[in-house]
């Protein structure tokens, strides 16, 4: 690790501005960031902390019924604070890698960061959310552009994220058991106007939306909505844990899973299994809260 300064604003304003020295770095929970450091793949001047922000802490509900995080606000605070408000995005929250990674990460590193198989891309782009940032607001769509790739300009901070509450949603991930990101995760969100559906884990372009299956669960809400539905391999991921068709094969699988677990929260459907995806646990939020788990051989 090469030697920086660090700074700790108390302000967003500070913090801009400790970003406009050359070569500084904003640093949130460091999940990335720090591991990158140890490596000497980085070589900031100084680190900038945004852990001691209060107003970009904390969640509530705005006035238009939007549902507000603060872009420093850890994972493990959205799982315990969103409960209520939006069951599907604390669940996912709270599947994040492990306990320590959900008490130091926060959204706004997340997104920042834009991994192309963390959960959180999926469930702004699942919910339409939009990225409110020391400069601007931004459309989820506009916001992720590729691979580790987003729309944020140099010093540029995610001060808060906005999601609007759906009628139904669920997040269904098949975790690589290690890392626990996602190998396909898949975050389903219905609303009035119709059905949203975002992958991530899979493609090569990041975090993606599933249009044919947004068109067929527009039409019908349930996981027999996908079985006749298939997406081509050709940009999906592959590595040593999958390939790509195996990959192709895990985002139909995890849609309907994601589906029925929507489904099964707003008690309209029994218990069924869809699919065999293969090796590893998939899981997803049910009605009453309770956790449903598969293993798959």
Same mark, same amino acid.
């Given at each position: 690790m090469y030697n920086f300064e660090f700074e700790k604003p108390k302000t967003i304003t500070d913090a801009v501005t400790a970003l406009a020295v050359e070569e500084a770095q904003a640093l949130g929970g460091g999940q990335t960031l720090i591991p990158t450091l140890k490596q000497r793949l980085a070589k900031p001047s100084t680190l900038v902390s945004l852990t001691g922000i209060a107003e970009m802490q904390g969640v509530y509900m705005a006035d238009d019924g939007v549902l507000c995080i603060g872009g420093a606000t850890t994972h493990a605070t959205v799982a315990a /604070?969103?409960?209520?408000? #939006?069951?599907?995005?604390? /669940?996912?929250?709270?599947?994040?890698?492990?306990?320590?990674? $959900?008490?130091?990460?926060?959204?706004?590193?997340?997104?920042?960061?834009? /991994?192309? +198989?963390?959960? #959180?891309?999926?469930?702004?782009?699942?919910?339409? +959310?939009?990225?409110?940032?020391?400069?601007?607001?931004?459309?989820?769509?506009? =916001?992720?552009?590729?691979? =580790?790739?987003?729309?944020?300009?140099?010093?540029?901070?995610?001060?808060?994220? $906005? =999601?609007?509450?759906?009628?139904?949603?669920? #997040?269904?991930?098949?975790?690589?058991? +290690?890392?626990?990101?996602?190998?396909?995760?898949? =975050?389903?969100?219905?609303f009035a106007t119709g059905v949203r559906v975002a992958i991530t884990g899979a493609s090569e372009t990041g975090v993606f939306r599933w249009e044919q299956a947004e068109t067929a669960l527009t039409e019908a809400f349930s996981p027999a909505a996908i079985e006749p539905l298939s997406i081509a391999a050709d940009n999906m991921l592959s590595d040593m844990h999958s390939s790509a068709a195996y990959r192709a094969h895990l985002v139909k699988v995890m849609t309907a899973r994601a589906v029925e677990a929507a489904c099964w929260a707003a008690g309209h459907l029994g218990a069924q299994h869809w699919g065999s995806a293969g090796g590893g646990l998939c899981f997803a939020r049910m009605r009453g809260g309770a956790k449903r788990a598969w293993s798959v051989p």
């Open positions: /604070d969103v409960t209520a408000t #939006y069951p599907a995005l604390a /669940d996912m929250a709270n599947h994040i890698g492990d306990p320590a990674v $959900r008490n130091r990460g926060t959204i706004g590193g997340s997104l920042a960061n834009n /991994d192309p +198989a963390a959960c #959180y891309p999926a469930a702004v782009l699942g919910s339409d +959310a939009q990225i409110i940032t020391t400069a601007r607001t931004l459309s989820a769509a506009a =916001f992720f552009q590729g691979l =580790f790739t987003t729309a944020l300009e140099e010093g540029e901070l995610i001060t808060q994220v $906005r =999601f609007p509450i759906p009628e139904r949603a669920a #997040y269904a991930k098949f975790a690589q058991p +290690a890392s626990r990101f996602a190998m396909v995760g898949v =975050f389903v969100a219905r």
